[in-house]
């Protein structure tokens, strides 16, 4: 480093401490931010009371301290789908002087599991409250309340007046003014560390600022330009890869697509009842009856008639326009041979027994018919059905009918009401867009393979170029085909990213614990089976994929908020991508596709600069860059996407500073130490073990020397100072924890505990052993991309195979490149990534699994993929070599597999 460069150097590090010095200090001296805290009157919800119009429930209580905010009662939804349903909160003191009455709307409290009142009023330490609770539009299905023997306040718990001997499950919560100088303290000395840090590095060094890359002057060589030969060979491998595209396609068309298509769903328009009459229909004359049709895609109709075993003739059918007179469709069929519609429609899955026994006995008593053509345009337009019989020897065909209803008018014989509506079922087709969709789908698959090809094999592009281009044009697919909420957690990942956008459009916090203001039009009501891809969920994406926001009106809803497990900076392209989408007033499907987006391009940029820093296994990382599961997380809302692409670049200039020929320079420090944060404030700090992997640097450049033991000191400290700030209190907890008194998961259930542990360590080895023996197939499957979406769409084990052997060829040298790694470099690495999957399979011991389990629960190969790229890089040695000409085709595999996958995905949704 030149000495004017030096002084620059030293001169921007003190205005950086300086202007760290002057945010600590507006930070010390703000009055701090208000939180929550929260008094428990029941401890546990053992008990539920369900709550329906028919009853009531009073809480009589003494206020324990000043500061009220508000209250919260946990409650359980009773799997029901509320929408106007509501409940009427009173609040008394002394049990006369009404202070306050608030409706609460259950259709706001989508994925809640309580309801927060905020209080109008103040009262101070002392004061006596009695609370009463109804409900409006609960008659037959009511909420559940929860009620425990264990306590913190004391009250008085009244169901229907009469006095209980527990304790409602619900707490009273007060505003503090939360001021945490320890954190502001940490936060400052861990950024004037990173800098002096920095600076010191540069100094023992004396690296440059920037450094500079060097400029190759390409030169062209008549050798080298495009034969005939190479052209014809292009040719032809496109040919073959346009051959293949369309095999897979036309396989999936037959075998999913076009079967889900044609699937026939029913609407009742009338039903058979015990007071239905029959109606008669000879040869020789007509009947008709006009409906007005509720669905799009009407496709045939179902009838009930009387027995039809061996009766003779020929049933003709004609479908007009009601308005019109227009022939629009006709069907046909032997009166003998009618199909009972259990043969022509999918039944409607029911949870409810009673409705799954009704709705079995409706489909019996019914027959159809399925038109020649179906009529897309159906929605609210009246239609006749006019129907004749022949070739009947005579014979009748016998109808049931019913009063006429709202949609259906009397039918007609000839020219005469017969005083009812036939009982009649229409059919239609709720999933015909899928074939416009695949056609879509078909086009864009070719059109993205077709670029990686021109890339790879025509513009001879470099690997890190190939990869981009790859990963966009793959992960583009995965962004549409895994729908909305179908990636783990996504629910809870899309709510903290709104309150992110919220923030950046200047939207304050709602009142209450895990409130947030949302656009009305984006609170979901019913989101029961949205969490898996389904054809359902595609027709959604169809029908909403380019709609705007019906109303942006700000609502207080219940919103989850991820953020104690990660940081802003992970959530912050998806949440650019959400204001942005607000701004042009999208709606909510657009606006959480642009969100999936703008994190799919910032991962892909990341993970860009990590594979072109890396002085060797560039492929290792392109491919596993290029998995199913990969690229299922950065093409969601999840914080996944920056961890991932943080992790990878992390790797990546730890691999160049330790093993790059040229020497690196304080940008590239500045870029490790910042990825070093990023992935320590994320998960808990599982990755602590991964992040040691800089430690590599100075034994790989042999400079082991006091200086950077220093340097290696002050790195170590970093980590310890984010971890601390980030995690200390909760570690805090789990740590002292007390076997007995540890519950979590929505079960509420009881946990393991470090105490427990401690006392039984044969106990603890066992666990482990039980988890990676018994599930360690499980966990490679799902890293290697068998089991996507909520790991419920399962794919074939030739396809996991396939991008095994693609990691495996891919950690091989060339024939002519450098080991670079030995092995005590390996043993370290490897250990790193043992320690990090262990803390994963720790984290989820102490958090996930029930007390009493022998086997670690809720682990997914998608923790492991942060250093799934290390440990792949371990098979690399000296004896076994790749003689592949061009490591980009082993990416351009990857993603024709990932073809396979797509394929696989719809196979799975739709056959």
């Not at 993970?607 to 990382?621: N, Q």
Request: glycine share 8%; charged share 20%; aromatic share 12%.
């Amino acid at each position: 480093m030149k000495g004017s460069e030096k002084r620059k150097v030293r001169i921007g590090l003190i205005l950086y401490c300086l202007v760290v010095f002057a945010v600590m200090l507006y930070s010390l001296f703000q009055p701090g931010t208000e939180t929550v805290e929260r008094a428990n009157f029941g401890v546990l919800a053992e008990e539920t009371f369900e709550l329906t119009d028919e009853s009531f429930v009073q809480l009589e209580f003494t206020v324990p301290q000043d500061n009220l905010t508000g209250i919260s009662i946990g409650y359980d939804a009773n799997e029901q789908i509320y929408q106007e349903e509501y409940l009427e909160v009173s609040i008394y003191r002394d049990r006369s002087t009404l202070l306050q009455k608030t409706e609460v709307s259950l259709g706001t409290q989508k994925g809640n599991c309580e309801i927060y009142i905020p209080t109008e009023f103040q009262v101070g330490k002392g004061a006596q409250l009695t609370v009463c609770i109804q409900s409006s539009g609960l008659e037959e299905s009511g909420i559940l309340l929860g009620m425990s023997e264990g306590r913190e306040i004391n009250s008085i718990l009244k169901i229907d007046g009469e006095q209980q001997n527990k304790s409602l499950y619900a707490s009273l919560l007060y505003y503090k003014l939360l001021k945490e100088p320890a954190k502001i303290v940490l936060a400052f000395i861990a950024e004037i560390l990173a800098g002096l840090l920095v600076y010191y590095i540069a100094v023992i060094e004396k690296l440059p600022l920037i450094s500079r890359r060097r400029k190759t002057i390409r030169q062209t060589n008549p050798k080298t330009r495009k034969t005939r030969k190479r052209m014809i060979s292009l040719v032809l491998g496109y040919l073959l890869l346009a051959l293949g595209v369309g095999l897979v396609l036309e396989y999936t068309y037959h075998f999913a697509v076009a079967d889900a298509s044609d699937e026939n769903s029913y609407s009742v328009i009338s039903e058979k009842t015990g007071r239905s009459v029959p109606v008669a229909l000879r040869e020789g004359s007509q009947m008709t009856q006009s409906f007005v049709c509720d669905t799009e895609n009407f496709s045939g109709f179902g009838f009930s008639t009387g027995k039809l075993s061996g009766k003779k003739g020929k049933l003709l059918v004609q479908v007009l326009d009601g308005d019109t007179g227009e022939v629009l469709t006709e069907a046909s069929g032997k009166i003998s041979k009618l199909k009972k519609i259990t043969k022509l429609v999918e039944k409607k899955e029911k949870s409810d027994p009673e409705k799954k026994e009704a709705e079995e006995k409706l489909l019996k008593e019914y027959v159809g018919l399925e038109f020649e053509d179906t009529i897309k345009e159906a929605l609210g337009r009246t239609f006749i059905i006019k129907m004749s019989i022949s070739q009947t020897e005579g014979g009748e065909l016998v109808f049931w009918g019913n009063e006429k209803s709202d949609n259906l008018e009397d039918a007609m014989l000839e020219e005469d009401a017969v005083g009812c509506g036939l009982c009649l079922v229409s059919f239609y087709k709720p999933y015909l867009c899928l074939k416009v969709m695949y056609l879509i789908f078909g086009i864009l698959l070719a059109v993205a393979l077709s670029f990686v090809y021109w890339v790879i094999f025509w513009k001879k592009g470099s690997l890190e170029t190939v990869f981009l281009a790859a990963v966009y044009a793959m992960g583009i697919f995965y962004l549409l085909m895994i729908t909305v909420y179908g990636v783990p957690d996504e629910t809870a990942h899309i709510d903290t990213v709104y309150r992110i956008s919220n923030e950046m459009m200047g939207i304050g916090e709602a009142q209450g614990p895990n409130q947030i203001y949302k656009r009305l039009s984006d609170i979901e009501v019913d989101d029961v089976g949205k969490a898996d891809v389904t054809p359902d969920r595609y027709k959604e994406l169809y029908d909403t994929l380019l709609t705007r926001c019906e109303d942006s009106t700000l609502t207080v809803t219940y919103g989850a908020n991820t953020l104690a497990n990660s940081t802003k900076w992970n959530y912050l392209p998806a949440a650019f991508g959400f204001t942005l989408a607000r701004l042009l007033n999208l709606g909510f499907m657009p606006m959480v596709l642009l969100g999936r987006l703008f994190n799919l391009l910032v991962a892909g940029i990341l993970m860009y600069f990590a594979i072109r820093k890396m002085p060797f296994g560039k492929t290792v990382f392109a491919v596993v860059g290029l998995l199913p599961i990969t690229l299922q997380q950065i093409a969601s809302c999840s914080y996944d996407a920056v961890l991932l692409g943080a992790a990878f670049l992390f790797a990546g200039y730890c691999l160049y500073l330790a093993y790059g020929e040229r020497r690196g320079s304080m940008l590239d420090y500045i870029v490790l130490i910042m990825t070093t944060v990023l992935i320590t404030a994320c998960k808990g700090g599982a990755y602590l073990p991964y992040i040691c992997l800089c430690l590599l640097i100075p034994f790989a450049k042999k400079r082991v020397n006091v200086h950077w033991g220093i340097a290696l000191g002050g790195m170590l400290g970093l980590i310890l100072l984010v971890f601390v700030r980030q995690y200390a209190s909760k570690m805090f907890d789990i740590v002292t924890a007390v076997q007995g008194n540890v519950y979590g998961r929505v079960e509420n259930v009881e946990l393991y505990s470090f105490s427990y542990f401690l006392a039984n360590p044969v106990e603890f080895i066992r666990i482990f052993e039980n988890t990676f023996v018994a599930l360690g197939e499980y966990y490679l499957s799902q890293i290697s991309g068998g089991l996507l979406g909520k790991l419920n769409i399962k794919v074939s084990w030739v396809i996991n195979v396939g991008f095994l052997f693609l990691m495996f060829l891919a950690a091989l040298r060339r024939p002519e490149d450098k080991q670079y790694i030995g092995t005590g470099a390996k043993w370290f690495m490897g250990i790193l990534c043992l320690g990090s999957l262990g803390l994963v399979a720790l984290s989820m011991l102490v958090s996930w699994t029930p007390f009493g389990d022998k086997a670690i629960l809720g682990i997914q190969g998608r923790y492991f993929l942060p250093f799934f790229g290390i440990a792949v890089l371990l098979l690399r040695n000296s004896s076994i070599t790749f003689k592949g000409k061009s490591s980009t085709a082993l990416i351009f595999a990857a993603c024709l597999l990932n073809m396979c996958v797509f394929s696989q995905i719809l196979l799975v949704v739709l056959a």
